[in-house]
């Protein structure tokens, strides 16, 4: 079973390797055809032509299926699974209905996720509400939409959300989020499960008990369960039992000390992707094994029930569905030390570089066939030094006008994207059995402008 940590980037040689070989970090319909990337049986470098670059692109059957793997794996293990897809890596309204039309929930961490949700129709009782400093305005709209859940974050929050609920003469459905103290295998800015942390309620003095005692005894709302999330691009499968093994302690606490059984518990998302291709994440398959078998093995240990069990995938859904394409313009090549192949987008389509020393692997769509010869950096063109795409990459020989492909951009591209430089975000397209269509329009200048006061 897959579950080791993230292996280390070893240094950028140009690999010779082709498109073919980059299929671990590729959408799953991926094929080459005289010499072009094909994704979803369309032709990338002739999409390019028609809808223009910088353009991310998103594979439908890859999304599906990482969504019913999702659902098989973990169902297979316990019958009482939901699997939640985290809107945060990347919502549009056809997202959104994807998800629904999988039998899939939806995680909305804003109420701007949650107006996309309203907007699909998507069945309000399977939508969770997240967030560590929901506004009056969001807790307000969570209760006039009718959300299955919102998950509470702090005692601040369930205060208002209690006096909101009463008021409304409903009572709301909470899981109250616990940070159980485990440092995640991952980069420090995407661990959320640690006891330092601005999400939820520790473990430590008691601050947890308090709330669930809280929830309890409050009108308005009613406990439903627990949630966690350790943290994001996690490799080590061990990170997730540790915090199993914690957090179905504290619920074993909670009977002794309150009487009441958690019926739900939430252990959040994080599973890795391959992004290089020395990445090995783990399976989906053991992924599901361990949270499931883990809880279960946990809760008679210590005679509980089985509880509804939550899972909150976001980037292994959607991560290697996506490439982001783009033209080459200009190459600036520094004798001994690097060559510059800059291209029509940067930091404001893909902050994850800069943000997170991310990398990615790259090939130019038009030359797939042919062997990755070169070790370039793909440069931005936003005016910050730090605006790059990708790092020392291995790539076919580039020539202005080619179309460069970046790979496993799906998630958290388009979602954490800017207008930096005032540059119109890309759009968004599905592409399915041969055909593409918009997803997300690209912005034009008016888009810019909208809400410019003259
Ligand atoms: C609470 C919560 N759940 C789920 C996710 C999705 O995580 P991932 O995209 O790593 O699967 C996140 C992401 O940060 C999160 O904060």
């Not at 308005?220 to 540790?242: E, N, P, T, V, W």
């Not at 398959?285 to 939550?310: F, N, Q, R, S, T």
Request: negative net charge.
């Amino acid at each position: 079973m897959a579950g080791k940590p993230a292996a280390p980037r070893p240094p950028a040689t140009p690999d010779l390797k082709t498109a073919a070989d980059l299929a671990p970090v590729l959408p799953m319909t991926a094929d080459v055809r005289d010499g072009h990337l094909f994704i979803g049986g369309v032709d990338t470098v002739k999409l390019a032509a028609e809808a223009g670059t910088a353009l991310y692109v998103m594979d439908e059957a890859h999304i599906r299926n990482q969504l019913s793997e999702y659902v098989k794996w973990t169902r297979y293990h316990w019958k009482d699974v939901d699997v939640i897809y985290a809107g945060k890596a990347f919502l549009s309204v056809q997202m959104a209905r994807i998800v629904a039309d999988e039998g899939c929930s939806l995680l909305c961490a804003s109420g701007g996720e949650l107006a996309y949700a309203l907007r699909a129709d998507f069945p309000m009782e399977r939508v969770q509400v997240h967030g560590n400093n929901k506004t009056d305005y969001e807790l307000h709209e969570c209760l006039e939409a009718g959300v299955g859940r919102i998950v509470v974050d702090s005692l601040y929050e369930m205060e208002r959300l209690a006096a909101m609920a009463q008021e409304a003469g409903v009572e709301q459905s909470i899981l109250i989020r616990i940070t159980p103290g485990i440092e995640a295998d991952t980069h420090d800015f995407i661990q959320t499960g640690q006891e330092d942390s601005k999400f939820g309620f520790g473990m430590a003095e008691g601050l947890a008990m308090r709330a669930i005692k809280r929830a309890l005894e409050l009108p308005g709302i009613d406990l439903a369960g627990l949630h966690m999330h350790i943290g994001s691009q996690i490799f080590a499968l061990k990170s997730f039992s540790s915090a199993i093994e914690v957090i179905v302690h504290f619920m074993e606490d909670i009977r002794q000390e309150t009487g009441y059984v958690v019926r739900e518990l939430d252990t959040g998302g994080g599973l890795g992707i391959a992004y290089g291709l020395p990445d090995e994440p783990s399976t989906i398959k053991d992924y599901g094994k361990v949270i499931v078998d883990g809880i279960k093995e946990h809760v008679e240990e210590h005679g509980l029930p089985v509880p509804k069990i939550m899972v909150e995938p976001g980037r292994s859904i959607v991560a290697n569905a996506g490439v982001t394409l783009y033209t080459v313009g200009s190459i600036k090549q520094i004798p001994n030390i690097r060559t510059y192949v800059a291209v029509d987008g940067g930091m404001s389509d893909n902050i994850r570089t800069s943000l997170y020393d991310a990398h990615y692997e790259a090939l130019i769509a038009n030359k797939a066939d042919r062997p990755r010869e070169m070790v370039v950096t793909v440069a931005g063109k936003h005016c910050e030094s730090g605006d790059m795409v990708v790092r020392d990459a291995p790539l076919q020989v580039p020539e202005s006008g080619d179309i460069l492909c970046v790979c496993a951009t799906g998630a958290y591209c388009q979602s954490m994207s800017s207008n930096y430089n005032k540059q119109v975000r890309p759009g968004v397209v599905f592409v399915k059995d041969g055909d593409w269509r918009w997803s997300v329009k690209r912005e034009t200048y008016d888009d810019l402008m909208r809400n410019d006061v003259e």
